[in-house]
């Protein structure tokens, strides 16, 4: 896709991610070619259909997350519980501030094409939570009888519906209280230490 190509393709994406956004989680063509001051053909040309259209903005939205859990944004020089722990909170921080999360937690959770791409999105997860599960307990800091691939299934099973219900709260705690509260579930299922939160505050 040469420059002018792509430039259109995330000019349209951003329109769409927009009006999800504006009119909780329904979009027409017409109403993004008029945001994105295009037209409807184009729409159709980079993305197929409406349904490709949403694959690709929540595509776009889990992108961040990957290089969260997949990516180096954690630093790799942290001891493995500051770092498994800074990961959380960079999760939970992406979640409460995109706008678009709570409609991927809610009124778009119900569509095929966001649930194929979660289902993408969980299976590179699980990949990489039962790696850093293993080397926890190489390194002694996580009970070695768990099975990893068990363990960071329930974990992250918790985790997730733990935010969604969070950010779809109309009272919902803060950044820090769910970050302590998710932690604690955490490192009582490894049977971790504590590790205090200013080293990664």
Same mark, same amino acid.
């Given at each position: 896709m040469n420059d002018k190509k792509m430039e259109t393709y995330l000019r349209l994406l951003a329109a769409a991610e927009q009006e999800l956004i504006a009119n909780? /989680?329904?979009l027409e063509i017409s109403a993004i070619a008029q945001r994105a001051n295009?037209? $409807? /053909? &184009?729409?159709?040309? @980079?993305? /197929?259909?409406?349904?490709g259209l949403i694959a690709a903005v929540v595509d776009q939205f889990y992108e961040p997350l990957r290089k969260i859990a997949l990516g180096d944004s954690i630093p790799v020089e942290l001891e493995w519980q500051e770092r498994e722990? $800074?990961?959380?909170? +960079?999760?939970?921080?992406y979640f409460y501030h995109h706008?678009? =999360?709570p409609l991927i +937690?809610?009124?778009l959770a119900r569509e095929p094409e966001v649930l194929d791409?979660?289902? +993408? @999105?969980? $299976? =590179? &997860? &699980?990949e990489q939570g039962t790696r850093n599960i293993a080397q926890g307990q190489k390194l002694g800091h996580i009970c070695s009888t768990l099975d990893p691939q068990i363990?960071? $299934?329930?974990?992250?099973?918790? &985790?997730?519906l733990a935010i969604d219900q969070a950010i779809l709260a109309q009272e919902k705690l803060s950044n820090a209280e769910l970050l302590e509260q998710l932690w604690q579930l955490i490192s009582n299922t490894l049977k971790l230490?504590?590790?205090?939160?200013t080293q990664i505050a």
């Amino acid at each position: 896709m040469n420059d002018k190509k792509m430039e259109t393709y995330l000019r349209l994406l951003a329109a769409a991610e927009q009006e999800l956004i504006a009119n909780n /989680g329904y979009l027409e063509i017409s109403a993004i070619a008029q945001r994105a001051n295009s037209s $409807a /053909g &184009l729409i159709y040309y @980079h993305f /197929g259909s409406k349904t490709g259209l949403i694959a690709a903005v929540v595509d776009q939205f889990y992108e961040p997350l990957r290089k969260i859990a997949l990516g180096d944004s954690i630093p790799v020089e942290l001891e493995w519980q500051e770092r498994e722990k $800074a990961r959380t909170k +960079a999760i939970i921080d992406y979640f409460y501030h995109h706008p678009l =999360a709570p409609l991927i +937690a809610g009124r778009l959770a119900r569509e095929p094409e966001v649930l194929d791409i979660e289902r +993408a @999105h969980v $299976a =590179a &997860l &699980l990949e990489q939570g039962t790696r850093n599960i293993a080397q926890g307990q190489k390194l002694g800091h996580i009970c070695s009888t768990l099975d990893p691939q068990i363990t960071i $299934a329930m974990l992250m099973g918790g &985790l997730r519906l733990a935010i969604d219900q969070a950010i779809l709260a109309q009272e919902k705690l803060s950044n820090a209280e769910l970050l302590e509260q998710l932690w604690q579930l955490i490192s009582n299922t490894l049977k971790l230490q504590p590790i205090p939160i200013t080293q990664i505050a």
